[in-house]
């Protein structure tokens, strides 16, 4: 299938997303790291015409043995042509993988990174830096990364003042959409109002919107949180 017809049918669906279901989308295209750099330029090269429709470019796939390095020079052409930029790393890979996704391909946000806890002069740098990590917690478990939800080290992520996030992946693939990670890991793990509003305003910090969109969602979990606050007094 031609990019074109992806990426517009997507950019549709996020168009028509607000008014049909209350919510904003938009679209990061991936390269598959178990294929070569030259398919990723290639695929990079075939989205360009449609570039206003695309806000970040980012890595996923099979991690071990692909470490982020592998896709040096494309990440720097992306970077030249404005992208915002993200890598998986540090899901089921060492720390490693983190650092080079750091400082190779030079991204802004961490998807997953569980495995930077790892490391201590890691956690020092993602929390002084305030790099994200979009944490898949039911991924985690379905992946093995940990044995049990309760094993889970988001709650010390949080603890080490890194800046986590709560995230589904796929959710057909790994059972369960956004509120059930929230629910399940917040079960498994006894955690309370204060580090779901942690991170809930993480995520937004982190996303790719723009400052405006941000303050407005802040604004609303704010008050959402003062009424709670207020309702349980």
Not at 3 to 18: H, K
Not at 142 to 148: E, S, Y
């Amino acid at each position: 299938m031609r990019a074109d017809t992806v990426i517009n049918g997507l950019y549709r669906a996020c168009a028509d997303a607000p008014a049909k279901f209350g919510m904003t989308a938009s679209l990061i295209l991936c390269f598959l790291r178990h294929l070569s750099e030259e398919e990723a330029f290639a695929c990079l090269e075939e989205a360009l015409p449609l570039r206003d429709k695309i806000v970040g470019i980012g890595l996923a796939s099979s991690e071990v043995g692909h470490p982020p390095e592998k896709f040096a020079k494309v990440f720097a052409r992306a970077r030249a042509l404005g992208f915002r930029l993200v890598a998986h790393a540090g899901e089921e890979a060492p720390p490693a993988y983190i650092w080079s996704a750091l400082d190779v391909l030079k991204v802004e946000r961490i998807d997953h990174g569980v495995q930077a806890m790892n490391d201590a002069a890691l956690m020092q740098r993602l929390a002084k830096e305030g790099i994200p990590l979009t944490v898949c917690p039911l991924s985690n478990l379905k992946l093995r990364v940990f044995p049990t939800l309760a094993d889970h080290n988001l709650k010390r992520m949080l603890d080490a003042g890194i800046v986590g996030t709560i995230n589904s992946d796929d959710p057909a693939y790994f059972g369960g959409y956004v509120n059930e990670n929230f629910t399940q890991t917040f079960a498994a793990l006894g955690m309370n109002s204060g580090h779901a509003y942690r991170l809930a305003r993480n995520s937004f910090e982190a996303s790719f919107i723009d400052a405006s969109a941000k303050q407005k969602h802040v604004d609303r979990l704010d008050a959402c949180f003062e009424q709670f606050a207020s309702a349980a007094a």
